[in-house]
């Protein structure tokens, strides 16, 4: 995906990126770069791909929340920033958490961080089992786990005014899982939507998904 063909599908998404917005990306497209030749960051480093397959799948979580309308957003095992820090830069509104259990990624995050001048924007090394504040109206992830065990790691952090978004590729297995397991009964939760879609030029499945606590006596979606 280009520059000019990700402006164009983010366009299909509502989102118009800024020249601020645009130069702070690529900035971070360079960071990114630089950094992952001495640590792994990620396997993927071709401009278009990381355009296609980092920043523009990170955004795709608008497609079922508007992020305009959030204050506050935590993004677990979060890696080189994906996709909590493409967030913040193109919605400078929230207010970010980055959180990873390993240090160095912690570092790289800083230094993007500082580099793009970016507030309200914060990190915590830690691993999400051992995370307790309960205080966001967000909380996503990317590519960390299957559902079950994501479901084990946020139970106790989704309250209900907590949405729970985990982006993910293929879902079925996982969803039957769940199901199998009476996993969303056992922690009061329950998935109140799903969308599923394809990206744009390679068509690789994705799933979004939102989860919430259960607030009155309807039984939980199972899809």
Not at 99 to 117: G, H, M
Not at 189 to 208: V, Y
């Amino acid at each position: 995906m280009s520059k000019e063909e990700f402006i164009f599908e983010l366009k299909k998404l509502g989102i118009n990126l800024t020249c601020d917005q645009l130069n702070n990306l690529e900035k971070y497209y360079c960071l990114l770069i630089e950094w992952n030749k001495k640590m792994n960051l990620t396997r993927i480093i071709n401009k278009d791909e990381v355009y296609l397959k980092h920043f523009y799948d990170s955004l795709t979580i608008v497609k079922v929340i508007n992020l305009k309308k959030v204050k506050t957003l935590l993004d677990f095992g979060t890696g080189a920033g994906f996709p909590g820090l493409v967030l913040k830069i193109v919605y400078p509104n929230l207010e970010v958490t980055l959180l990873d259990s390993l240090n160095k990624r912690i570092t790289f995050l800083n230094e993007v961080i500082k580099q793009l001048n970016l507030t309200g924007i914060y990190t915590v090394h830690k691993r999400i089992e051992e995370y307790s504040d309960k205080s966001f109206d967000v909380i996503t992830t990317r590519a960390v786990a299957n559902l079950s065990k994501l479901l084990d790691y946020t139970c106790n952090l989704i309250d209900g005014s907590t949405k729970f978004i985990p982006l993910k590729a293929h879902i079925e297995e996982e969803l039957q899982e769940i199901n199998r397991n009476n996993k969303l009964n056992q922690y009061k939760l329950k998935i109140t939507r799903k969308e599923s879609f394809a990206l744009p030029k390679e068509n690789s499945q994705r799933t979004i998904l939102v989860i919430e606590k259960v607030t009155c006596s309807k039984n939980n979606t199972e899809f």
